[in-house]
């Protein structure tokens, strides 16, 4: 299986900072790879697919970056909405396997 | 607008079967752009796929849960269930049914609601 590691596993943040969540695989995926978000007791959501294609609707504060085994989600302007915590997904070979999360709070 | 509602039991005892349903609306389970599949999410902890299905039969699981895990489709009610035998207190998460894209890319764009299934006696 291809292992998934996000960093860091938390982070606090001010209003209107720039946030970098990071992701790594444990071999090559291309750009095989998704993001999402997931509010306090609500469902996953689609942030981004193909590691840097914002899904339709999402705020462009957001985007992704990276090929290979290193990836990046980045917040430009946190704002108060963003709290959640953020998965990343490996579709480049099954099992399909998801980040262990990155918990985003406002300082 | 497409919409995926799991149904079923919300508690489960140890060793007894789970059976869950996800109701399909505003788009076809036998649609050759996607798979569907269930994802669970222990309380507190991550997210983990347990399996997918395309319409015309083939089925993919987890290998970490292959052997307790059948997924089996009723085009004609447009639903999917998942059937997860010897259930233990470690399976007790929060279960997504989901779209997932076929050819485009295996990423999750439409999701249940969830519905949590606690085992214990």
């Known amino acids: 299986d291809i292992q998934m590691t996000q960093s860091p596993s938390s982070l606090s943040a001010s209003v209107g900072d720039r946030v970098t969540i990071t992701c790594r695989a444990s071999?090559?995926?291309?750009?095989?790879l998704a993001w999402y978000q997931q509010k306090p007791g609500k469902v996953p959501k689609l942030l981004i697919y193909?590691?840097?294609t914002l899904q339709s609707g999402v705020p462009s504060r957001f985007s992704g970056s990276g090929s290979g085994t290193d990836f990046s989600l980045t917040i430009s302007s946190l704002q108060p909405e963003d709290v959640a915590t953020y998965y990343c997904?490996?579709?480049?070979?099954?099992?399909?396997?998801f980040g262990q999360g990155t918990k985003v709070e406002i300082k | 607008q497409l919409q995926l509602q799991e149904s079923g039991p919300g508690l489960v005892k140890p060793s007894e079967t789970l059976s869950l349903t996800c109701t399909v609306s505003g788009g076809s389970i036998s649609s050759s752009n996607y798979y569907w599949g269930w994802i669970r999410q222990p309380p507190g902890k991550g997210l983990e796929w347990i399996g997918s299905f395309f319409y015309s039969g083939n089925t993919y699981y987890n290998p970490s849960l292959k052997s307790r895990v059948t997924i089996s489709v009723d085009t004609s009610k447009n639903q999917f269930s998942l059937k997860l035998v010897s259930m233990t207190a470690a399976d007790t998460a929060v279960y997504y049914c989901?779209?997932?894209?076929?050819?485009?890319?295996?990423?999750?764009?439409?999701w249940g609601q969830g519905t949590l299934v606690t085992v214990s006696s």
């Open positions: 997904q490996q579709y480049n070979n099954g099992p399909w396997t």
């Open positions: 071999q090559g995926i291309s750009n095989y």
């Open positions: 193909a590691a840097s």
């Open positions: 989901a779209r997932q894209g076929r050819a485009s890319g295996h990423w999750f764009d439409y």
